[in-house]
């Protein structure tokens, strides 16, 4: 049997006892939050061209990438493959049925957790075009350069998204699953997903597609599912942001 890949026993084919603990997880939030500012700060980004910023963050996206890769390759045991330790294997299409339900409740709660920031803003007297935007989100608006709206796509779309749900979902979620079990994993993984991006405005709703790509990770036993769903929900942000500014 794939040590990689154990038998289905109703826990699934997320892989356990993963040869690296919580504080490697916690090091690679860290470097999420605090690598992109250094860098900037490093090599003058505040003042670069739109178009060397987003280039700029996709290298960054890499590298952090490339550091949890050879992390884990060091890490790995025989028998045990770096794709396999992280959930980057093929996905169980028999469990498609429940990955699809699982994106329905998921899109209920997502939008419950607007309904209620429409609330809180309702309460402050403001409305959804009186929230700031991030710094990411305020550049796409602004631009009207294509060269930079694609350079923006691959990192929002492509880049993020494999990153940080190898770093959260991979990294971070597994050990504390180990440790702790799924739900309470979960729950720390989210709040702390929601927290490294630094945006109070979409606190909820981040920490609800944190558990909903977890959800995803634990029915399908493959991690791609999640970086699919991440990536199109992070498009689909995009392009409406790009029509909002239009």
Known sequence: MNADHP???GRGLVPENVPWGV????????ATML?????GAFFGLATAGALDRMLALCAIEMLMLAGVVAFVELRAK???????????????RSRL?????????????????????????????????????????RLIAE????????????????????????IFR???YLPLRSELGVRPAAVIVAVLFSAV???????LRLAVLSVVFVALFEVSGSLWPAIAAHGLYNGVCLVLLRLAAC
């Open 197 to 203: 991006h630094l945006y109070p405005w979409g606190a």
């Open 170 to 172: 991979g990294l971070l």
């Open 23 to 30: 504080p490697a997880g916690l090091a690679a939030v860290g």
């Open 78 to 92: 025989e028998g045990r493959t770096t794709a396999g330790l992280l959930g980057l294997v093929p996905f169980r």
């Open 143 to 166: 631009t009207d350069s294509l060269p930079v709206l694609a350079a923006a796509f691959a990192v929002v779309a492509v880049a993020v998204p494999v990153t940080e749900e190898v």
């Open 97 to 137: 049925g429940t990955m699809a339900k699982v994106l329905a409740l998921g899109a209920l709660a997502y939008g419950a957790a607007m309904l209620g920031l429409w609330g809180v803003l309702r309460c402050l007297g403001m409305e959804w075009g009186d929230m700031p935007l991030q710094p990411v989100a």
């Open 35 to 39: 690598l992109p500012p250094v860098c």
């Open 7 to 9: 038998a289905e026993d």
